[in-house]
């Protein structure tokens, strides 16, 4: 195998893989950063590489998932705002169930109809979070972004992309640059130098559009920071529930659909794996619940994992040995699965599991605190005057 293609590889793969587990941390520079790297990793195999990426494409589409629902556990951990936490929940299980549904069948109007309003409402949120609280956000203006999200900006992009298939960046090269597709990147630039003075004059006018925008939003809570950590509501003290309730009760169900989902679309999606989608809910539910009865066990005897560092290996060897146990006594599912398959499905997998258990029981805690602080203040209207 080409030295130059193992290289190159395993820099993007690996850069698809351990960028998203920033997310928790810096959400927005972490996500657009993840997003660059998938616009740009199919162009950077052409530019080193003479490799066939038919394999990697089906990883690829994977690892958009991956980082899609990395960025959802993520509002777990920072979203102080529960309304904005609830609705991003409905976007993103809705695309979830259209993803599901379309690799399933097939049919790409479904990716139309189940539009991914998740991603852009996600980096809308966390757009704010850099300067302001999230608690400025209104019900109203959550659900109005929400729908100008989904009807202007993805139902126009999902139509582009999966119903008439057609590629930003074929579209620039073919009718912009004026160059077939058969031409290399540097040949297209190379016969339309115009095109740099014409970005550098993009750039400055919207550098101006900017700070013309900025200077008319509200004085910020906090100086510009991309570190959720560093914002001041994340600083109030939240008490989580025993540890061994939260591992074995809190989040039991959603865990098994949200993992379960996700494993039979990775499942459609991986080349050389031939596994049914009821045969792979089956098999991680059963994973999902088993992680959670050694969790539960554990912390039940008062230990608890000590990082998610931890809890990750561990689960991660328990969940692979697991599928090697299934594969020795089921050769068929082996067969279907493959070993790459199971590395690959073990180590998502169990990251999603570990990232989930450490950042529920944050969400579910302020959602018992704001039902509290409603249910205690006083009624209103005229039952309450009565």
Do not use: C
């Amino acid at each position: 195998m080409d030295i130059t293609y193992v290289v190159v590889f395993t820099i993007v793969a690996g850069s698809r893989f351990i960028v998203p587990l920033f997310i928790p941390r810096f959400p927005l520079p972490a996500t657009l950063a993840a997003l660059v790297i998938d616009a740009v990793d199919k162009s950077i195999f052409q530019i080193f590489t003479d490799a066939d990426l038919e394999g990697y494409q089906s990883y690829d589409k994977a690892l958009d998932v991956y980082y899609l629902a990395i960025a959802y556990i993520a509002t777990m951990r920072n979203w102080t705002n529960v309304y904005a936490y609830k609705t991003s929940r409905f976007l993103w299980y809705y695309r979830l169930a259209g993803s599901t549904l379309f690799e399933l069948t097939g049919w790409r109007a479904l990716l139309l109809i189940f539009p991914n309003a998740f991603e852009y409402f996600f980096l809308y949120v966390e757009g704010v979070r850099t300067r302001w609280s999230m608690r400025r956000l209104t019900k109203k203006h959550i659900l109005g972004a929400a729908a100008f999200i989904w009807i202007v900006i993805k139902l126009p992009q999902e139509a582009w992309i999966h119903l008439f298939q057609l590629d930003v960046t074929d579209a620039f090269k073919e009718h912009i640059l004026g160059s077939s597709l058969d031409e290399s990147w540097g040949t297209a630039i190379g016969n339309s130098l115009w095109i740099f003075p014409v970005l550098i004059a993009l750039g400055v006018a919207l550098w101006f559009v900017i700070r013309r925008v900025s200077a008319q939003l509200p004085t910020g809570d906090w100086p510009a920071t991309y570190d959720s950590d560093a914002h001041a509501d994340n600083q109030i003290a939240i008490p989580l529930k025993p540890a061994a309730d939260r591992h074995w009760r809190e989040g039991l169900a959603e865990k098994v659909v949200l993992v379960g989902l996700l494993g039979v679309i990775f499942a459609q999606m991986l080349p050389n794996v031939h596994v049914g989608a009821l045969q792979m809910l089956i098999g991680v539910g059963a994973v999902v619940v088993a992680n959670a009865a050694v969790s539960h066990w554990l912390a039940a005897r008062g230990t608890n994992w000590r990082s998610s560092a931890t809890q990750f290996l561990a689960l991660a060897a328990i969940n692979v040995g697991l599928g090697v146990l299934y594969m020795v006594i089921t050769p068929s599912f082996g067969a279907d699965l493959g070993r790459a398959g199971l590395l690959f499905f073990g180590l998502l997998l169990t990251t999603l599991i570990t990232l989930y258990d450490r950042y529920r029981p944050i969400i579910d805690a302020r959602m018992a605190a704001e039902a509290a602080a409603t249910a205690s203040r006083p009624a209103s209207g005229p039952a309450a005057r009565a």
